[in-house]
Structures are given as structure tokens and as C-alpha cells.
């Protein structure tokens, strides 16, 4: 089970001064282990090949000789264009290609079609083709109204044809590159998942366990315990 590391504060509580990581009914008791070189080299590459960084990957599995995961590295080139076409807000080309490297994926995963779909939509309204945009609203965003979760998107979204100045609208956030790398990461996260690969790197899951874990013990030992996790301090160190 694949678990978003954000959601760690609701799974993790101390007792005995050990951790216990609850899913549904099973529990797993973790220990420290010293961590040696290979731990290390593993948490590297898996951020490596998350973020699609191939040649920096060829590189430190030269530098390491560590195994090559072929199997990864198959799909790095292809994810690495998805995920700047979506980017970029070319949310046509990104749906294309998914559905060519995951078949089905956007079919069983209605709320990132949408959120693709939306891009193309928020593309179009900021080129100022607002007949074209809505069109396509129409065509491809309406048949997700049935639902009612999208109801509220789908009402911020038309707003923005309201406006001369759609950045200067209420709804900005929606043209911001922020939720352009939102939906890009979300896709990415998505793929992987697709191909039985895990959806968050090792690194991202060890960073927000060791903050929780801190903030839990200083929680509990109140002004004893432990000063809060801090990844500026912990990089300068």
C-alpha cells in the first residue's frame, strides 16, 4: 500500500518510545537501523527516477555501479514529456500520450481527467479564445456536471469567460503554475501507480515520517522533547 506521505500525522503515534504504523487493521512496528551506503543510494534513486532525471540516473548508477532498473528507465522519457506538456498547459498532447503509455489510466481516474481537461480549458481562456473555450466546455467538461463533486469546478472554471482580465479574476490560482505542477505531479504520481511502481519516493515518505515522528515526541515530552524538524537546519548539518 502506497501511502501519500502527507497523510503520515494520521497513521503514526508513540508508545514505549516505539512508532507504530497503523494500516486499517494491521500494524508494523519499525525500528532504527544504521543506515548503510546502499539505503542511501536506493533513497537517491528512487528521487532520481520519480522525477525523471535519466541522465543524472546514468550517472549515478555509474559513479555507484549500482544495478540499472531497466525496467524504469523504459518509461523515464516518456513520463518526462507527459509531465512537461502538462506543464506547460498542453493538456492535449499529455492526455494523448498517457493514454498511449497507460492504457485506461484517465478512463478509471475521472477527477485527473478533469483536472487535464480543465488545463486545456484554462489554455484556452488565457489566449483569449473564449468562443473556442467554450466549446470545448461543453463538448468536454460538461458531461462531468452529473457528478456533483465537479459541479463547483466546473462553475469556477466558466467564471473565468466572465473576466476582460481572467489573472486578475478570484479564480487566478487556476492559470498559476502551481496548479499546473499540481495536476503534472499528479499525473506523474498516477502513472507510476499504473505500472506497479511506487507513487512517492522513498525521500518524500522519510522527510514528512521524521517530521511527524518529531512533532509527535515533542508533543508528548512537551518542553523537554526534541526542538521541531526543521529540512533547512537538518541540510545545513
Given at each position: 500500500?502506497?501511502?501519500?506521505?502527507?497523510?503520515?500525522?494520521?497513521?503514526?503515534?508513540?508508545?514505549?518510545?516505539?512508532?507504530?504504523?497503523?494500516?486499517?487493521?494491521?500494524?508494523?512496528?519499525?525500528?532504527?537501523?544504521?543506515?548503510?551506503?546502499?539505503?542511501?543510494?536506493?533513497?537517491?534513486?528512487?528521487?532520481?527516477?520519480?522525477?525523471?532525471?535519466?541522465?543524472?540516473?546514468?550517472?549515478?548508477?555509474?559513479?555507484?555501479?549500482?544495478?540499472?532498473?531497466?525496467?524504469?528507465?523504459?518509461?523515464?522519457?516518456?513520463?518526462?514529456?507527459?509531465?512537461?506538456?502538462?506543464?506547460?498547459?498542453?493538456?492535449?498532447?499529455?492526455?494523448?500520450?498517457?493514454?498511449?503509455?497507460?492504457?485506461?489510466?484517465?478512463?478509471?481516474?475521472?477527477?485527473?481527467?478533469?483536472?487535464?481537461?480543465?488545463?486545456?480549458?484554462?489554455?484556452?481562456?488565457?489566449?483569449?479564445?473564449?468562443?473556442?473555450?467554450?466549446?470545448?466546455?461543453?463538448?468536454?467538461l460538461a458531461p462531468f456536471d452529473?457528478?456533483?463533486?465537479?459541479?463547483?469546478?466546473?462553475?469556477?472554471?466558466?467564471?473565468?469567460?466572465?473576466?476582460?482580465?481572467?489573472?486578475?479574476?478570484?479564480?487566478?490560482?487556476?492559470?498559476?503554475?502551481?496548479?499546473?505542477?499540481?495536476?503534472?505531479?499528479?499525473?506523474?504520481?498516477?502513472?507510476?501507480?499504473?505500472?506497479?511502481?511506487?507513487?512517492?519516493?522513498?525521500?518524500?515518505?522519510?522527510?514528512?515520517?521524521?517530521?511527524?515522528?518529531?512533532?509527535?515526541?515533542?508533543?508528548?515530552?512537551?518542553?523537554?522533547?526534541?526542538?521541531?524538524?526543521?529540512?533547512?537546519?537538518?541540510?545545513?548539518?
Amino acid at each position: 500500500m502506497d501511502v501519500d506521505p502527507r497523510q503520515y500525522e494520521h497513521l503514526l503515534c508513540p508508545s514505549n518510545g516505539l512508532i507504530f504504523l497503523h494500516f486499517g487493521a494491521s500494524i508494523s512496528i519499525r525500528l532504527l537501523q544504521a543506515v548503510n551506503d546502499n539505503d542511501i543510494h536506493n533513497i537517491v534513486m528512487s528521487y532520481l527516477v520519480h522525477n525523471c532525471f535519466k541522465e543524472t540516473v546514468e550517472s549515478f548508477i555509474a559513479c555507484t555501479g549500482m544495478k540499472q532498473p531497466s525496467d524504469y528507465l523504459e518509461d523515464m522519457e516518456k513520463r518526462k514529456k507527459i509531465f512537461q506538456f502538462a506543464l506547460e498547459g498542453n493538456a492535449l498532447m499529455a492526455i494523448e500520450l498517457t493514454e498511449q503509455l497507460a492504457t485506461n489510466l484517465l478512463e478509471k481516474n475521472k477527477d485527473l481527467h478533469f483536472d487535464l481537461l480543465s488545463l486545456h480549458f484554462v489554455e484556452l481562456v488565457c489566449s483569449r479564445k473564449c468562443t473556442e473555450a467554450l466549446e470545448f466546455a461543453q463538448m468536454k467538461l460538461a458531461p462531468f456536471d452529473k457528478e456533483q463533486k465537479y459541479v463547483e469546478k466546473l462553475e469556477d472554471f466558466m467564471a473565468l469567460l466572465a473576466y476582460e482580465e481572467p489573472e486578475k479574476s478570484p479564480m487566478f490560482h487556476l492559470l498559476s503554475l502551481e496548479y499546473r505542477q499540481h495536476v503534472a505531479e499528479s499525473l506523474n504520481r498516477a502513472i507510476l501507480a499504473h505500472a506497479n511502481h511506487p507513487s512517492y519516493t522513498a525521500m518524500e515518505r522519510l522527510i514528512q515520517q521524521t517530521t511527524v515522528v518529531r512533532q509527535c515526541l515533542n508533543q508528548e515530552h512537551a518542553k523537554d522533547g526534541p526542538p521541531p524538524f526543521s529540512l533547512k537546519d537538518f541540510l545545513k548539518s
